[in-house]
Protein backbone atom coordinates (compact mmCIF):
# COMPACT_ATOMS: atom_id res chain seq x y z
CA UNK A 1 0.00 0.00 0.00
CA UNK A 2 0.91 3.29 -0.88
CA UNK A 3 1.74 6.17 1.74
CA UNK A 4 0.30 8.76 -0.24
CA UNK A 5 -3.90 9.11 -0.19
CA UNK A 6 -4.98 9.31 -3.64
CA UNK A 7 -6.32 13.22 -4.33
CA UNK A 8 -9.83 13.33 -3.73
CA UNK A 9 -9.40 10.83 -0.77
CA UNK A 10 -7.67 13.99 0.96
CA UNK A 11 -9.48 17.42 1.93
CA UNK A 12 -6.99 19.57 -0.30
CA UNK A 13 -7.67 17.45 -3.09
CA UNK A 14 -11.53 17.54 -3.07
CA UNK A 15 -11.17 21.57 -2.34
CA UNK A 16 -8.37 22.15 -5.65
CA UNK A 17 -10.44 19.96 -7.68
CA UNK A 18 -13.84 22.22 -6.66
CA UNK A 19 -11.98 25.43 -7.19
CA UNK A 20 -11.10 24.16 -10.68
CA UNK A 21 -14.20 23.25 -11.72
CA UNK A 22 -15.41 26.86 -10.28
CA UNK A 23 -12.75 28.54 -12.39
CA UNK A 24 -12.48 26.98 -15.64
CA UNK A 25 -15.09 24.82 -16.32
CA UNK A 26 -18.44 26.73 -14.94
CA UNK A 27 -16.84 30.35 -16.57
CA UNK A 28 -16.59 28.26 -19.65
CA UNK A 29 -20.37 26.39 -19.96
CA UNK A 30 -21.86 30.06 -19.29
CA UNK A 31 -19.55 31.88 -21.82
CA UNK A 32 -20.75 28.28 -24.30
CA UNK A 33 -24.14 28.86 -23.54
CA UNK A 34 -24.41 32.56 -23.60
CA UNK A 35 -22.99 32.14 -26.91
CA UNK A 36 -24.85 28.90 -28.11
CA UNK A 37 -28.11 31.62 -27.58
CA UNK A 38 -26.86 34.69 -29.42
CA UNK A 39 -25.61 33.00 -32.35
CA UNK A 40 -29.05 30.54 -32.47
CA UNK A 41 -30.63 34.30 -32.06
CA UNK A 42 -28.72 35.66 -35.05
CA UNK A 43 -29.57 33.28 -37.36
CA UNK A 44 -33.08 33.12 -36.73
CA UNK A 45 -33.12 36.74 -37.23
CA UNK A 46 -30.70 36.44 -40.74
CA UNK A 47 -33.03 33.80 -41.80
CA UNK A 48 -36.07 36.17 -41.36
CA UNK A 49 -34.23 38.48 -42.98
CA UNK A 50 -34.19 36.57 -45.95
CA UNK A 51 -37.05 35.15 -45.85
CA UNK A 52 -38.85 38.57 -46.36
CA UNK A 53 -36.47 39.91 -49.24
CA UNK A 54 -37.36 36.34 -50.77
CA UNK A 55 -41.35 36.62 -50.09
CA UNK A 56 -41.13 40.11 -50.98
CA UNK A 57 -39.34 39.66 -54.12
CA UNK A 58 -41.84 36.66 -55.21
CA UNK A 59 -44.71 38.93 -54.59
CA UNK A 60 -43.38 42.09 -56.95
CA UNK A 61 -43.15 39.13 -59.62
CA UNK A 62 -46.50 38.04 -59.29
CA UNK A 63 -47.79 42.33 -59.41
CA UNK A 64 -45.40 42.51 -62.04
CA UNK A 65 -46.87 39.62 -63.76
CA UNK A 66 -50.32 40.33 -62.92
CA UNK A 67 -49.72 44.03 -64.38
CA UNK A 68 -48.53 42.24 -67.41
CA UNK A 69 -51.60 40.04 -67.81
CA UNK A 70 -53.80 43.14 -67.27
CA UNK A 71 -52.13 44.75 -69.98
CA UNK A 72 -52.63 41.76 -72.31
CA UNK A 73 -56.44 41.82 -71.37
CA UNK A 74 -56.46 45.44 -72.42
CA UNK A 75 -54.75 44.78 -75.84
CA UNK A 76 -57.58 41.67 -76.48
CA UNK A 77 -59.96 44.93 -76.16
CA UNK A 78 -58.48 46.97 -78.26
CA UNK A 79 -58.17 44.05 -81.11
CA UNK A 80 -61.14 42.10 -80.87
CA UNK A 81 -64.05 41.96 -82.77
CA UNK A 82 -66.27 40.62 -80.28
CA UNK A 83 -69.15 39.64 -81.81
CA UNK A 84 -69.35 35.80 -82.42
CA UNK A 85 -69.12 34.55 -86.24
CA UNK A 86 -72.07 32.65 -87.40
CA UNK A 87 -71.92 28.82 -86.33
CA UNK A 88 -68.43 29.95 -84.82
CA UNK A 89 -67.66 28.49 -81.74
CA UNK A 90 -63.65 27.70 -81.78
CA UNK A 91 -61.41 30.50 -80.98
CA UNK A 92 -59.78 32.90 -83.49
CA UNK A 93 -56.76 35.37 -84.62
CA UNK A 94 -57.02 38.33 -83.77
CA UNK A 95 -55.17 40.36 -86.50
CA UNK A 96 -52.31 43.03 -84.38
CA UNK A 97 -52.89 40.55 -81.20
CA UNK A 98 -49.79 39.20 -79.61
CA UNK A 99 -49.83 35.52 -80.40
CA UNK A 100 -48.51 35.05 -76.76
CA UNK A 101 -51.15 36.07 -75.65
CA UNK A 102 -53.07 32.81 -75.60
CA UNK A 103 -49.95 31.55 -73.73
CA UNK A 104 -50.43 33.49 -70.99
CA UNK A 105 -53.85 31.85 -70.06
CA UNK A 106 -55.07 29.18 -69.94
CA UNK A 107 -58.57 30.14 -71.63
CA UNK A 108 -59.10 34.00 -72.90
CA UNK A 109 -62.37 34.36 -73.84
CA UNK A 110 -64.93 37.25 -74.01
CA UNK A 111 -68.69 37.17 -72.33
CA UNK A 112 -71.15 39.44 -73.29
CA UNK A 113 -73.92 41.17 -70.90
CA UNK A 114 -76.00 39.41 -72.99
CA UNK A 115 -74.47 35.86 -72.00
CA UNK A 116 -72.81 34.99 -75.64
CA UNK A 117 -69.24 33.48 -74.95
CA UNK A 118 -66.90 34.66 -77.71
CA UNK A 119 -63.68 32.02 -77.05
CA UNK A 120 -60.45 34.68 -78.45
CA UNK A 121 -57.73 31.34 -76.70
CA UNK A 122 -58.89 28.13 -75.89
CA UNK A 123 -62.39 27.55 -73.82
CA UNK A 124 -63.71 28.14 -69.77
CA UNK A 125 -65.37 25.17 -68.48
CA UNK A 126 -66.83 27.21 -66.20
CA UNK A 127 -67.37 31.30 -65.82
CA UNK A 128 -66.29 32.54 -62.51
CA UNK A 129 -69.26 33.29 -60.49
CA UNK A 130 -69.44 37.55 -59.52
CA UNK A 131 -70.96 38.63 -56.55
CA UNK A 132 -72.36 42.66 -56.67
CA UNK A 133 -69.19 44.10 -55.14
CA UNK A 134 -67.16 42.35 -57.90
CA UNK A 135 -69.35 43.47 -60.57
CA UNK A 136 -69.37 47.10 -58.99
CA UNK A 137 -65.74 47.38 -59.23
CA UNK A 138 -65.26 46.46 -63.35
CA UNK A 139 -67.68 49.06 -63.82
CA UNK A 140 -65.60 51.03 -62.53
CA UNK A 141 -62.99 49.98 -64.69
CA UNK A 142 -60.57 47.82 -62.01
CA UNK A 143 -59.59 44.53 -62.97
CA UNK A 144 -60.46 41.36 -61.18
CA UNK A 145 -59.03 38.62 -59.85
CA UNK A 146 -61.43 35.92 -58.63
CA UNK A 147 -60.72 32.39 -57.39
CA UNK A 148 -62.86 29.24 -56.64
CA UNK A 149 -61.89 25.91 -55.10
CA UNK A 150 -63.92 23.31 -54.93
CA UNK A 151 -63.34 20.05 -53.49
CA UNK A 152 -61.33 17.62 -55.15
CA UNK A 153 -60.54 20.06 -57.78
CA UNK A 154 -57.88 22.43 -57.89
CA UNK A 155 -58.00 26.21 -57.09
CA UNK A 156 -59.12 28.21 -60.59
CA UNK A 157 -58.08 32.05 -60.53
CA UNK A 158 -60.13 34.13 -62.43
CA UNK A 159 -59.02 37.50 -64.29
CA UNK A 160 -61.76 39.55 -65.69
CA UNK A 161 -61.70 42.92 -66.95
CA UNK A 162 -65.23 44.63 -68.43
CA UNK A 163 -64.70 45.89 -71.62
CA UNK A 164 -66.75 49.57 -72.32
CA UNK A 165 -67.67 50.30 -76.28
CA UNK A 166 -67.74 53.82 -75.78
CA UNK A 167 -67.10 56.95 -74.46
CA UNK A 168 -66.50 56.82 -70.74
CA UNK A 169 -69.63 57.63 -67.99
CA UNK A 170 -69.11 60.48 -65.68
Do not use: W
Amino acid sequence: LSRHPGPLRSRFGRRLLLLFVGCAVVPTAVVATVSYRHVTQYLISQSETRLHQASKTFGAAIFERLLLLDATLKNVSAHAILRPAAGDSSARAIPGLDPAAGRRFTALEFVGDDGVRVPISGRLAELPRLTGRNRADLAEGLPLLATESRDGHPTRTYMVRRISQGPPRP
